[in-house]
C-alpha cells in the first residue's frame, strides 16, 4: 500500500513534468482522470504537450536520466519505484507533438 508521502511524491512528479512539457506559445491542457474496476484504481495525467520522441522511450524510468537542464533524472525513477512498491503498474502513451498519457494504476484494498 503507498502512503500519503509516496503518493504524494508520485502525483506532484506527474503533475510537474506535464506542465513542463508544454512549450511556450502552446495553449496548454492538463487533465488528470480517475477511474476504478472491481479490482483497480487508475489515475491518468493527460497533457498536450510535447510528446516523448521514440528514442528516449526506453530510458523514461531510467535513473539519472533527464531531458533537462536542471534536475537529477531521478523523478519517473522514483515514482516508478513508489508505484511498484505498492503493488502497483505506471505506464505511458505518447504521441509526438501532441501529448503523453501517464497512467498509474493500484490494486484495490476493499470491493467496490
Known amino acids: 500500500m503507498a502512503d500519503r508521502e509516496h503518493l504524494n511524491s508520485i502525483f506532484s512528479n506527474l503533475l510537474k513534468n506535464a506542465i513542463q512539457s508544454i512549450p511556450p506559445g502552446r495553449m496548454g491542457e492538463i487533465r488528470i482522470a480517475l477511474s476504478a474496476d472491481d479490482s483497480h484504481v487508475r489515475v491518468r495525467f493527460i497533457d498536450n504537450g510535447t510528446g516523448i520522441p521514440d528514442e528516449l522511450i526506453p530510458k523514461m524510468f531510467t535513473p539519472n536520466f533527464t ?46
Do not use: C, H, N
Request: net charge positive; charged share 20%; no cysteine.
Open 67 to 112: 531531458t533537462k537542464s536542471s534536475g537529477m533524472g531521478l523523478g519517473l525513477s522514483i515514482v516508478k519505484r513508489y508505484v511498484e512498491g505498492a503493488g502497483g503498474k505506471i505506464w505511458f502513451t505518447t504521441e509526438q507533438d501532441k501529448g503523453t498519457v501517464f497512467t498509474v494504476e493500484f490494486p484495490l484494498l476493499f470491493a467496490v
